[in-house]
């Protein structure tokens, strides 16, 4: 008799044993199942995020392109309106850089070359070929264009650099909730181990997770 009760006994625990392996093989299988799919889905996150690093190398590369990649667009002409006011600074102080030296070659030159000046300088440097020792004023103004250029290129490269920074701070704020959707809700509520009745304070802004602020 005991041994017949030992042996359904066993066989009990046993039973028992497999459906409980059963179980957990079951909840290992989902548990996968369900890894798997979060890092799918995960995976598919990231590639649809915004990329701030993409922003900063296209703008680095060409002004504007990495505001454009930000879709704002309306930024663009800001960019290169800041960027370009320099550029045509350069250009401008360029060209009479070059003709004032070439004016100060001919005055500097022994004797000075003031030979057809007319049709070889800008009209606006003829006064320095009629006035006699005029050539230190012209070399002055000479100077001044020599440094102005020096200043536009200084701008340009601080214009871009800002166009980088834009695009790369705008880039990393382009996956923040900036919504103005601010709500507050005021409910009430038993505290948690006691009986005593309290107040839940939620607080929306936008989309991002509610916060709760508890008090009796």
């Known amino acids: 008799m005991m041994r017949a009760l030992l042996t359904i006994l066993f066989f009990q625990l046993l039973t028992v044993i497999v459906?409980?392996?059963?179980?957990d093989t079951s909840v290992i299988e989902i548990s996968s199942i369900d890894n798997v799919s979060a890092k799918k889905a995960f995976?598919?996150?990231l590639k649809s995020t915004h990329s701030p690093r993409k922003a900063t190398i296209r703008s680095l590369i060409i002004p504007g392109w990495g505001q454009a990649y930000n879709k704002?667009?309306?930024r663009i002409p800001i960019v290169y309106t800041a960027i370009g006011i320099p550029i045509g600074t350069f250009i401008y102080n360029k060209k009479w850089y070059k003709e004032t030296s070439k004016a100060a070659e001919m005055l500097g030159s022994t004797p000075p070359d003031?030979?057809?000046?007319?049709n070889r300088v800008d009209e606006k440097l003829y006064y320095f070929f009629q006035t006699p020792g005029s050539l230190p004023s012209l070399l002055n103004y000479r100077n001044e264009f020599r440094k102005n250029m020096d200043y536009s290129i200084l701008f340009v490269l601080v214009f871009w650099g800002l166009n980088v920074v834009d695009a790369t701070v705008d880039g990393h704020l382009k996956d923040f909730d900036v919504s103005d959707n601010l709500s507050m809700?005021?409910?009430p509520i038993i505290l948690s181990g006691s009986t005593t009745a309290g107040l839940s304070v939620v607080f929306t802004i936008g989309s991002k997770p509610a916060k709760n602020m508890n008090s009796r």
């Open 19 to 23: 459906c409980a392996q059963t179980k």
């Open 43 to 45: 995976s598919d996150s």
């Open 72 to 74: 704002k667009y309306w």
């Open 114 to 118: 003031t030979i057809n000046y007319k």
């Open 185 to 187: 809700h005021v409910k």
